[in-house]
Antibody, heavy 122, light 108 residues
Framework: QLQLQESGPGLVKPSETLSLTCTVSGGSINNISYFWGWIRQPPGKGLEWIGIIYYSGGTYYNASLKSRVTMSVDTSKNQFSLKLNSVTAADTAVYYC??????????????WGQGTLVTVSS | SYVLTQPPSVSVAPGKTASITCGGNNIAYETVHWYQQKPGQAPVLVVYGESDRPSGIPERFFGSASGNTATLTISRVEAGDEADYYCQVWDRDSDHVIFGGGTKVTVL
């Protein structure tokens, strides 16, 4: 059974960089059939797609966050990571990592981590 | 970019049928997926490719689409179906994953 687990600081100061890592177990991140992604959810609000990364390092980012987002992958550790710089209180959210299955016709997140709350506050 | 519109809330009595809509321009030509999210939990995929279900999801969950509206139908609603539901598509033009705003389903 595939499992994803987010890790990283739960508190980040304004203007600093949010850094999270997702560890994948029960399957290899080094798989041509999937992308690996990040989604966030501000308290009491809906889901917002942040971006996805392929095992080879190719990325697609949400245009609204693109200038502040960097994603990377470490296949040797079966992990992928998110960095979001210049954070403000608006970046306070539960951050989820997830696996994205894809074809020519769709992209769907079929496995999710449990999520981790990141609060931006001084 | 592509926009998905969901009603904020839907109420349904136990044993009845709930219909959750997701509006989008010519959404019938898109592949729509649906997620269930219970309080304090991560979203769970319940319908993908409009009408397929992952292993373990009951047949009571069914997806369909026509024109500008996609619908998640939950038949014989149970108390355990109370949750937020999100629709999702992939916008080919922008290469973005798009989520609807979510619908809170309340079982009366």
């Amino acid at each position: 059974q595939l499992q994803l687990q987010e890790s990283g600081p739960g508190l980040v100061k304004p203007s600093e960089t949010l850094s999270l890592t997702c560890t994948v177990s029960g399957g290899s991140i080094n798989n041509i059939s999937y992308f690996w992604g990040w989604i966030r959810q501000p308290p009491g609000k809906g889901l917002e797609w942040i971006g996805i990364i392929y095992y080879s390092g190719g990325t697609y980012y949400n245009a609204s966050l693109k200038s502040r987002v960097t994603m990377s992958v470490d296949t040797s550790k079966n992990q992928f990571s998110l960095k979001l710089n210049s954070v403000t209180a608006a970046d306070t959210a539960v951050y989820y990592c997830a696996r994205l299955s894809y074809s020519d016709y769709f992209r769907v997140f079929d496995y999710w981590g449990q999520g981790t709350l990141v609060t931006v506050s001084s | 970019s592509y926009v998905l519109t969901q009603p904020p809330s839907v109420s349904v009595a136990p044993g009845k049928t709930a219909s959750i809509t997701c509006g989008g321009n010519n959404i019938a030509y898109e592949t729509v997926h649906w997620y269930q999210q219970k309080p304090g939990q991560a979203p769970v995929l319940v319908v993908y490719g409009e009408s397929d279900r992952p292993s373990g999801i009951p047949e009571r969950f069914f997806g369909s689409a026509s024109g500008n509206t996609a619908t998640l139908t939950i038949s014989r609603v149970e108390a355990g179906d109370e949750a937020d539901y999100y629709c999702q598509v992939w916008d080919r033009d922008s290469d973005h994953v798009i989520f609807g705003g979510g619908t809170k389903v309340t079982v009366l």
